[in-house]
Structures are given as C-alpha cells and as structure tokens.
C-alpha cells in the first residue's frame, strides 16, 4: 500500500465518523456539515493522533473518535476565527461567514463544539475529558490574546508565543497526548507525547504565518496578505523587525497602527521581507526545529507509519 492510499484510506474513516458525529435538524446544518467535511483540509491534527496510536499499538477504535473530536475542535475554532478576522475565503472556498452570515457562522461553530463534546463523553474517559476542556479554554484566551496585541508594537515572541500555543499547539499537544492515554502511559510520557505535539503545532503555525507572506491564495488557498491586512504581528513580521534600524521599526509600527494598509504597504512589507532575507531564515529555523522533531520520531521502531509521519512532517518546511 502507497503512502498516498493509505492517507486517503484513514482520512475517509475519519470523513465518515465526522458525518456520523455531526447531526442535522435543520437544513442550515446540513450545508454547513457538507462544507467541513469536503473542505479540503489536510486532517493533520487526527492524522497525528492515528498515527501515535499505532506507535503505542493502541487497540479498539476509541482513536477514531479522538480524532475526530480534535478535527471538530479546529473546524469550529476556523469559523469563529473567520468571523473575527472577516475573511471571506478559506481554502479557496468562500467561508460559511460570508456564504451565510457571521452570526450563523458563530452558531455553527457551537454546534460543532456541542457535537464534538457529546461524543467524548460517550468514551467514559475523565482524562480525555479534561484535557479537551483545557484545549477550548487555550483557544479562547488566545483569541483574546491576539486581538489586544494584534496592532501593539510592543508585542514579544513571548506573547506571540503564548498565543500560537493556544491557538494551535495546545491541540495538537492533545491529540498525541491523548493517544498515550488511551495506550495507558504513564505521566511522565504522556508529558513526552504532549510537549512533542505542542512543538510539532507550533512549527505548523510558523508555516501557516510564513504562507500568508510569501505563497500566493492559489497555491495556499488563504487569501494573501491576510494577517498583514488584519494588522497582526505573525513570526515573519516580528523576525523582520528584529533585523530593522530604528526608522524601519518606526515605519513598520506605522504601517500596523494604520486602521488599513494601502497595496503600497503591501509592496513595502514584501519588499523589506525580502531586502532582509527573511524567507531564507525562517527556512532554516523550520529546518532545525523539523530535524529535532524526527529525533523524537526515530525512537519509534521502523514501520510504514513512522515513515508516512515522517513523510507528512517533511511537508512543513
């Protein structure tokens, strides 16, 4: 079996459980189902899980609701995070904000929630419980995080920090996490899986920032220049600025406290982007911070799974 085929293989699985978790009374949620399960989303966060369950040779199907519980958990974080920011496209597609309206994009996002907590709690597993409460409350406070520094020039890579860990690693720490509970690990491994996920979700999230400024919405599927027009310091602009002199910090301070950017700020972001190297320096710290992570990996015996994570992983940088 490729690796390709056996992607697509768990990835319908996990297509099918979502369908099955995600009821529908009303039309509205019919549609808005159909949206998040063709999305086209890469499934990376219960992909991750599966995968670490075969690690631990995890046995029963609880993995596949796990996983899916994690994917509901982000679809509806998407369409909060698509109402505050006001995008209009994710993935290529319209958003269900700007298809159907901001305050149904809320709802659903709920609902989804709602969905996916019922069914944890069907696993009879207080852990597994407790560990998804803390995730939802991460993202919320780092949604609020990033709207108070979204525009503040004084923001650090350590409240950066705290905010992609919330809004992303904290997930992903879940979900690897969680399959060494379901393995029956002891704590001091679960603390391994987890700070393993969390690493893993925060690298993601550097590349996710690093596409807004440097892939176009085709290639991507995000709308370019997102973050920069929403006026957020994402990891490009704050390693940017770390190689600025004092007038380009001035400038660049400008540009974000404007209530919005001209096509010539635009230019002018790029261009310093590019006059500092600063593709080529992210490259490099995703490329280190990768290797580190396959260290982790390799203490896995061989096998078609650690291989097709390793695949996956090399798709980050």
């Not at 006059?275 to 015996?301: C, D, G, R, S």
Request: charged share 25%; hydrophobic share 40%; with cysteine.
């Amino acid at each position: 079996m490729n690796s390709k085929f056996k992607i697509q293989t768990i990835l319908s699985q996990f297509d099918k459980n979502l369908d099955n978790i995600i009821s529908e009374d009303i039309p509205i949620l019919k549609k808005i189902k159909k949206q998040v399960i063709t999305s086209g989303g890469k499934r990376i966060r219960p992909f991750a899980h599966y995968l670490f369950c075969q690690f631990l040779n995890v046995k029963g199907v609880s993995w596949l609701d796990v996983g899916s519980v994690a994917e509901l958990i982000h679809a509806a974080s998407l369409l909060h995070d698509d109402v505050v920011d006001n995008a209009p496209i994710r993935r290529g597609k319209p958003t269900i904000g700007a298809s159907f309206g901001n305050k149904t994009a809320i709802l659903a996002g709920d609902y989804l929630l709602a969905c996916g907590i019922s069914r944890l709690n069907s696993l009879g597993n207080p852990e597994l419980m407790e560990i998804f409460s803390q995730v939802l409350r991460d993202l919320s406070v780092s949604e609020l995080l990033q709207m108070e520094w979204e525009k503040n020039p004084n923001i650090t890579l350590k409240i950066y920090d705290q905010i992609i860990y919330g809004k992303t690693a904290s997930l992903f720490g879940v979900c690897t996490e969680s399959a060494a509970i379901l393995a029956n690990q002891s704590k001091e491994k679960r603390k391994e899986f987890r700070q393993f996920g969390v690493r893993l979700g925060k690298l993601f999230q550097k590349k996710d920032d690093c596409l807004d400024y440097f892939v176009d919405s085709k290639a991507s599927g995000k709308e370019f220049l997102k973050d920069f027009k929403n006026g957020l310091y994402t990891y490009p602009v704050l390693v940017l600025r770390s190689k600025l002199s004092l007038l380009e910090k001035r400038k660049l301070n400008q540009m974000f406290q404007k209530e919005t950017r001209t096509s010539s700020d635009e230019t002018m972001i790029l261009d310093l982007m590019n006059a500092k190297q600063i593709p080529t320096i992210l490259h490099k710290e995703l490329e280190k911070e990768k290797n580190e992570l396959l260290v982790f990996l390799n203490q896995f015996p061989k096998s078609k799974e650690r291989e097709l994570f390793i695949e996956q992983l090399g798709r980050l940088t």
